[in-house]
Structures are given as C-alpha cells and as structure tokens.
C-alpha cells in the first residue's frame, strides 16, 4: 500500500506531530509513505521524500512542518508561468493522473477550512484522501478543537500578562491584535485567561463609545490602564480592516490586519488617551506545540492512520466530546464554528466585567 501525506493553508503548531504519529502508526513493510513538499504542490511536481520511524525521529516537539506547507496552491486554481506570465488554471485532473501513476492508495491531508474545501473536491473527483483539522483559529465546526490552537492561546496569553506591567506603569490603554480571521476564539479565551478589559471579535458589533465607557468606569474605580484584546476579523464601524490582497488564494482572498492600529487611534482621537498597539501575527503560529496540542496531534495522526487502514475516504478526523471520531469532510466546511455571543463562555466573560463593547 502506498499512503501520501501532506500538509496544506498555513502553519500551525503540532504538524509534526501529526505527521510523526501517522508516520509510526503506518511503518511496516507493507506499506510506503510519501511525504509530499508544500502541499497539493508536492504532488503536481513530484517533489516528495520517503517517510518512516527514522525520517520522523524527533520531531515532535518542533514546531512548522518539515513537509512545509502553501496557501495558494490550490489544484483548481493554479499558478502557472505561460510566457512569462502567472496564468492560473485547473490542474486537479492532472494531479489525479500523478497521484495514480505514483500507485498512491490514500492521502493523508492536514489542513484547515480551505485545504479540506479542496481536499473534498479532489475526493469527489476520485482522490481517496482522510482529513486532520488544522488550524489556531479553532473555526472547523466539525471539531471540538483544532490541534495549535492551545498554543496560540498561550502565546497570547503570556503577550497580555506582559502588556500588563507596561500598562499599568504608563497609565496607558495598550491594545493587543491577535489572529482570528472569521473567530474570536483565541482573542475570547487569551483575553479570560489574561484578565484583559475588552475583548472585541468578529462575532459581537462594537463602537468605540462602548469601550471608552468601560475604560472610563475603570478610571472611576481607580485603574489608570486598560487591555483591549481584539481579533484581526473584528469590525470596525461595521468594515473589517485589511493589509492587501493573498494573492492567487481564491478561498481567503484578503489579507487581514490592522485593527489594533485602528482601534488605538480611535481611542486615542475620541477617548483623549495615551494608546499603544501590539499585533502579535505570527508568533502565534510559531514555536514548540503545547503538551496539548502535541497529544492531540499525535491522536489525530494516529485516528488518520487508522481510517485509512479501515478504507475511510472523504473523512475528517475529529474530536468530539473528547473522543476521536471521523466525519465526512463535507461537515467540516460547510459552517465555520464561531464564538456563540450568548453562549456560556461569552457570559462568564461578562460576569467578571470583561466588556465586548457592545453595550
Ligand atoms: O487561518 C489561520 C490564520 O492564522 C488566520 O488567523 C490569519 O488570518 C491567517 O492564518 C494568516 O495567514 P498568512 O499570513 O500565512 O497568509
């Protein structure tokens, strides 16, 4: 049996781990692994390496891939250089073909909303392939956690114990942007673990008024200093705040940042206050997985192992309930999991006087 693995979207901690718990879950003599470079890639090109115990010895706590991962090598729309122009055309056919002339059985396929939107497609188009949900947004609906997420969290976390100090010797409002496209999860649970003042997320309309009212009553109770945590998809008078375009990424066409920018200068302007803007970007992507994340990973590598050994195919591997169980792919796309603005986790928030500035 031949099984390809490969890793698609951006990076997230605990993809190694991933790869090393499907790579010994399937080491025997029957079996070859593939392990394809830069996603969908990889395969067009012929650019793989042959995985076993030893190509994986170590890896578990680092954090990246080392199969490396893209975001714009989408098979259905995919740069190609035609007389020295980038053209891009559907090259999904021509992948299938590469796949079956390698003798590739199953793919293995770690990737978030947007790989596993392709990965699905490619299945219907006779690919055989098993899903790992990635990504630190925590968005896939059909899991209850995407493995990085934690990390991420951490990240955040320790970035606005950090900010406190500073805050509060300057007397200043200190607003921190972290990731969170379409959201708030990592901005919600930084900002509780944090002890943050504001939480501001693409699920819950704020206005400026609203947190300098909840900044003012701070004020009043004798806290000079204020945290606003705010994810890069939250909206600002109604618009989210973008960088540019990803090029040639048809499933997340627009760059996001810039709302923490945004937001301090509004304060500053309408709230005649001292602001200052941290984004965190990439740091949260980065770096060694949590022991979290590096159990999970390692159950979702293993569970995608198993499926395949089972002939699963067009199947995600997910966590429910804290069991792992696989569902179609199709369930993990159609509706992104957001933050429930009247849910437990929202209201808990509330009740230790964290404001979302909505009210
Ligand atoms: O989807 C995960 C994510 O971290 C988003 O929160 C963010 O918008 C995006 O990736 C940024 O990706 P990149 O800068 O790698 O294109």
Same mark, same amino acid.
């Given at each position: 049996m031949n099984i390809g693995i490969l890793c698609g979207g951006g990076d997230c901690p605990g993809l190694n781990a991933v790869i090393r718990g499907a790579v010994k879950a399937l080491d025997r003599t029957d079996i070859r692994i593939f392990g394809f470079f830069n996603g969908y890639r990889g395969l067009m090109e012929g650019d793989y390496t042959i995985l076993d115990r030893n190509a994986v010895r170590?890896?578990?706590?680092?954090?990246?891939?080392?199969?490396k991962t893209t975001?714009?090598?989408?098979?259905?729309h995919y740069p190609l250089k035609r007389n020295g122009e980038i053209v891009f055309e559907d090259v999904s056919d021509e992948l299938i073909d590469k796949a079956n002339e390698l003798g590739i059985d199953c793919f293995i396929v770690i990737g978030g909303d947007g790989t596993m939107a392709i990965t699905h497609e490619l299945a219907e188009k006779g690919l055989r392939v098993v899903g790992v949900p990635k990504t630190i !947004?925590? !968005?896939?609906?059909?899991?209850d956690r995407t493995f990085g997420f934690e990390t991420a969290v951490n990240t955040a976390t320790d970035a606005i114990d950090k900010l406190h100090t500073t805050a509060e010797s300057h007397h200043r409002v200190m607003v921190l942007e972290v990731m969170g496209r379409d959201a708030g999860f990592i901005a919600l649970y930084s900002g509780i673990a944090g002890g943050a003042d504001v939480i501001l997320i693409p699920e819950i309309a704020f206005t400026i008024e609203n947190v300098l009212k909840k900044i003012e009553r701070r004020k009043q109770r004798g806290s000079a200093f204020s945290i606003v945590v705010v994810a890069e998809g939250a909206k600002i008078d109604g618009e989210k705040v973008t960088t540019g375009e990803n090029e040639g990424?048809?499933?997340?066409?627009e760059k996001l940042g810039g709302i923490g920018n945004a937001v301090a200068l509004a304060l500053a302007e309408q709230g005649d206050l001292e602001t200052r803007c941290t984004v965190l970007g990439h740091l949260q992507r980065g770096g060694s997985p949590a022991p979290f994340d590096r159990i999970l990973a390692t159950r979702y590598g293993v569970a995608a192992a198993e499926a395949v050994l089972r002939g699963e195919n067009d199947a995600l591997v997910c966590l429910r309930n804290n069991d792992i169980e696989t569902v179609p792919i199709i369930d993990s796309i159609k509706v992104l999991k957001s933050v429930d603005p009247a849910g437990e986790l929202v209201a808990a928030a509330k009740a230790v006087n964290i404001s979302f500035g909505d009210e």
């Amino acid at each position: 049996m031949n099984i390809g693995i490969l890793c698609g979207g951006g990076d997230c901690p605990g993809l190694n781990a991933v790869i090393r718990g499907a790579v010994k879950a399937l080491d025997r003599t029957d079996i070859r692994i593939f392990g394809f470079f830069n996603g969908y890639r990889g395969l067009m090109e012929g650019d793989y390496t042959i995985l076993d115990r030893n190509a994986v010895r170590g890896i578990l706590p680092k954090g990246g891939t080392i199969l490396k991962t893209t975001n714009r090598d989408n098979p259905f729309h995919y740069p190609l250089k035609r007389n020295g122009e980038i053209v891009f055309e559907d090259v999904s056919d021509e992948l299938i073909d590469k796949a079956n002339e390698l003798g590739i059985d199953c793919f293995i396929v770690i990737g978030g909303d947007g790989t596993m939107a392709i990965t699905h497609e490619l299945a219907e188009k006779g690919l055989r392939v098993v899903g790992v949900p990635k990504t630190i !947004d925590n !968005d896939l609906s059909a899991t209850d956690r995407t493995f990085g997420f934690e990390t991420a969290v951490n990240t955040a976390t320790d970035a606005i114990d950090k900010l406190h100090t500073t805050a509060e010797s300057h007397h200043r409002v200190m607003v921190l942007e972290v990731m969170g496209r379409d959201a708030g999860f990592i901005a919600l649970y930084s900002g509780i673990a944090g002890g943050a003042d504001v939480i501001l997320i693409p699920e819950i309309a704020f206005t400026i008024e609203n947190v300098l009212k909840k900044i003012e009553r701070r004020k009043q109770r004798g806290s000079a200093f204020s945290i606003v945590v705010v994810a890069e998809g939250a909206k600002i008078d109604g618009e989210k705040v973008t960088t540019g375009e990803n090029e040639g990424n048809i499933i997340n066409p627009e760059k996001l940042g810039g709302i923490g920018n945004a937001v301090a200068l509004a304060l500053a302007e309408q709230g005649d206050l001292e602001t200052r803007c941290t984004v965190l970007g990439h740091l949260q992507r980065g770096g060694s997985p949590a022991p979290f994340d590096r159990i999970l990973a390692t159950r979702y590598g293993v569970a995608a192992a198993e499926a395949v050994l089972r002939g699963e195919n067009d199947a995600l591997v997910c966590l429910r309930n804290n069991d792992i169980e696989t569902v179609p792919i199709i369930d993990s796309i159609k509706v992104l999991k957001s933050v429930d603005p009247a849910g437990e986790l929202v209201a808990a928030a509330k009740a230790v006087n964290i404001s979302f500035g909505d009210e």
